[in-house]
């Protein structure tokens, strides 16, 4: 099964995108035991700032980059909307190692292919 999560909140200040990646980070760890699920996450508008590297958190404080690791590490992929990047002054480098700049395009062909597609 592949799934497609879209993310959109900021990555702090409402709960959308640490609730998105909570779920997938299970999803991945549920389908360890499986080996039969693909997901994509999709950071689209304010949530691309989740991508960031070098977040500094505070202590006992949820950290966005520090999940999005683990859903890289997982076996997820984590794909960041080029324009919305650039919107807020996101590079290549400043992202997440193993996030990658995306695309509509990408976001259209990976919901077409997608078996479901969650929105937060």
Do not use: W
């Amino acid at each position: 099964m592949h799934v497609l999560m879209i993310l959109n909140d900021p990555p702090y200040g409402t709960e959308g995108v640490y609730n998105g990646l909570r779920l997938a980070i299970n999803l991945l760890t549920k389908q360890a035991e499986s080996h039969d699920l693909s997901l994509d996450v999709f950071l689209l508008g304010d949530a691309a700032s989740a991508a960031k590297a070098g977040q500094r958190t505070p202590s006992g404080y949820y950290n966005t980059e520090k999940m999005l690791i683990s859903v890289l590490r997982k076996g997820g992929k984590v794909k960041v909307c080029g324009t919305c990047m650039d919107a807020r002054g996101l590079s290549d480098p400043d992202l997440v190692e193993g996030a990658s700049r995306s695309t509509m395009d990408e976001l259209a062909e990976l919901s077409l292919a997608a078996d479901k597609v969650l929105v937060f």
